[in-house]
């Protein structure tokens, strides 16, 4: 079974496991992120609109974060579940998960796009738009709607091509969606003169683009994971175990969808509506996404390699892959936090912010970013967890950092210290939040490995009792 697969999870060197898994997974993240992020640069160069269209597309960023948390709840909740069951042989249970994965990816892609599309008016309002930004996050979010159902198949059947080591493939075709977008974001936003709406159209497309990929590619010689009729009808079994797995990827990116919803009602509180703040904030939280997205791409590329071991009981090279792991991270988490903290006005380049705006974003950022350098725990070890079947311990986690912690601290400063209390809250929330889970995980996961040796060991005397 294992020499199907274009990498050996069990056997291959664990250092070149790291790079050939991690390193496309880092990249995929990156690339997925240019979705938003080119949509941004080329809307805050619409002469005219420029800083209302880039708040307006800072509104929006949460609610596309939504829809793409439905992706992660099936897809990471069902890859890691199929590769465990392939690492103890169980073919037939790894096919009905990926199947019942896709359905369940069709049905809430199908939901999402005609709520979105009836509510969208409603649901801009909810998330704290300023008014002078309202007509194009509205015009946005409809468009964006109507390809809600590639978005959710194409980003959620992803990590089941990197859970049968085919983590290139899986990077190619995040990469062909988002050279896509920037070749046609240009064209419609101004040649087509469509601005905002063109940004949104070009997104569609792009999605639209990677989801024929992923579709031709489960259909090829080289997929592991086949659509087949017989595993297609939902079987609640699978699904309660696929969304429990998923539900903490899904909280991560909810609530962190949740946490830019409280920063924009706030900020539009205590600013008394200027956009300057809302740009600013949406300036910030990109480079939030630049820190702990390639962080999080560790964790998704190693879970693979962590579920087979898992799966297999080969629990010291579990050991062995998570010490380099850490390493990495933290080395990346450290740089990046120290770059932000020292050079801010980086930042500012990339977007073409306004004097107002840079002046905001160069003054706020080391306060809101200083948390960041805990995010080698929250974000790639936070992964590990799911990779393990921990799926408790991983919602705990998820919703610690911004329900328990993040979301009453915005409330609390802010009333108390204005618009600058928004921006301590992150800071403060992050640093706490990486600290209890970096201390959890430390302590537990050697206690849960130790408990899989002790199983594996049963389950082997039991065989041998029989035979």
């Known amino acids: 079974m294992v020499k199907r697969r274009s990498l050996d999870l069990g056997k291959d060197n664990i250092i070149q496991l790291i790079i050939k898994l991690c390193v496309p997974a880092v990249i995929a993240q990156i690339i997925n992120f240019l979705y938003n992020l080119v949509d941004r640069i080329y809307v805050s160069n619409i002469a005219g609109i420029e800083m209302q269209s880039l708040s307006a597309l800072g509104?929006?960023?949460?609610?596309?974060?939504?829809?793409?948390?439905?992706?992660?709840?099936?897809?990471?909740?069902?890859?890691?579940?199929?590769?465990?069951?392939?690492?103890?042989?169980?073919?037939?249970?790894?096919?009905?998960?990926?199947?019942?994965?896709?359905?369940?990816?069709?049905?809430?892609?199908?939901?999402?796009?005609?709520?979105?599309?009836?509510?969208?008016?409603?649901?801009?309002?909810?998330?704290?738009?300023?008014?002078?930004?309202?007509?194009?996050?509205?015009?946005?979010?409809?468009?964006?709607?109507?390809?809600?159902?590639?978005?959710?198949?194409?980003?959620?059947?992803n990590p089941f091509i990197t859970a049968q080591g085919k983590a290139l493939i899986a990077m190619i075709s995040v990469a062909?969606?988002?050279?896509?977008?920037?070749?046609?974001d240009p064209l419609f936003i101004f040649v087509f003169d469509m601005k905002v709406d063109g940004a949104a159209l070009a997104t569609v497309i792009s999605q639209a683009a990677s989801f024929v990929f992923i579709i031709c590619f489960f259909f090829s010689k080289g997929a592991l994971f086949k659509f087949d009729v017989h595993y297609l009808k939902l079987k609640w079994s699978y699904v309660s175990k696929i969304l429990l797995l998923g539900l903490s990827p899904f909280i991560m990116q909810v609530t962190e969808a949740a946490i830019q919803i409280v920063f924009n009602v706030n900020l539009k509180m205590y600013s008394l509506g200027d956009e300057?703040?809302?740009?600013?904030?949406?300036?910030?939280?990109?480079?939030l996404q630049i820190i702990s997205l390639p962080l999080n791409g560790l964790g998704y590329g190693i879970q693979p390699f962590i579920s087979y071991n898992y799966g297999s009981g080969q629990v010291d090279r579990i050991k062995k892959g998570l010490k380099y792991i850490v390493i990495i991270a933290f080395i990346?988490?450290?740089?990046?936090?120290?770059?932000?903290?020292?050079?801010?006005?980086?930042?500012?380049y990339i977007f073409n912010c306004s004097y107002i705006v840079a002046s905001l974003v160069v003054k706020y950022t080391p306060i809101f970013l200083m948390g960041t350098i805990m995010f080698f725990a929250q974000m790639t070890l936070q992964n590990v967890n799911i990779a393990l079947n921990e799926a408790k311990v991983s919602i705990f986690l998820a919703l610690f950092r911004k329900v328990i912690l993040l979301i009453p601290l915005c409330f609390i400063l802010s009333y108390f210290f204005g618009v600058q209390g928004v921006f301590y809250s992150e800071g403060i929330a992050d640093l706490v939040a990486g600290t209890?889970?970096?201390?959890?995980?430390?302590?537990?996961?050697p206690r849960l490995l130790k408990r899989r040796v002790e199983q594996i060991k049963k389950e082997h005397e039991a065989l041998i009792d029989i035979h």
Request: proline letters at 3%.
């Open 436 to 445: 209890v889970t970096m201390t959890v995980i430390f302590i537990r996961i």
């Open 59 to 157: 509104v929006v960023l949460p609610i596309t974060s939504i829809i793409a948390a439905f992706a992660n709840l099936v897809g990471y909740g069902g890859s890691p579940l199929a590769t465990i069951k392939y690492g103890e042989n169980k073919k037939q249970e790894a096919d009905y998960i990926f199947n019942n994965s896709a359905v369940l990816l069709l049905i809430f892609g199908v939901l999402i796009a005609v709520i979105t599309f009836i509510f969208a008016g409603d649901i801009i309002n909810l998330f704290g738009c300023p008014d002078a930004s309202y007509v194009y996050a509205v015009n946005y979010l409809k468009i964006y709607s109507l390809g809600s159902v590639f978005v959710l198949l194409s980003l959620g059947l």
């Open 176 to 184: 062909l969606g988002a050279l896509l977008n920037i070749a046609l």
């Open 276 to 287: 300057n703040y809302t740009a600013a904030m949406t300036v910030m939280l990109s480079a």
């Open 332 to 348: 990346f988490a450290f740089i990046t936090w120290l770059l932000s903290l020292l050079y801010p006005v980086i930042y500012t």
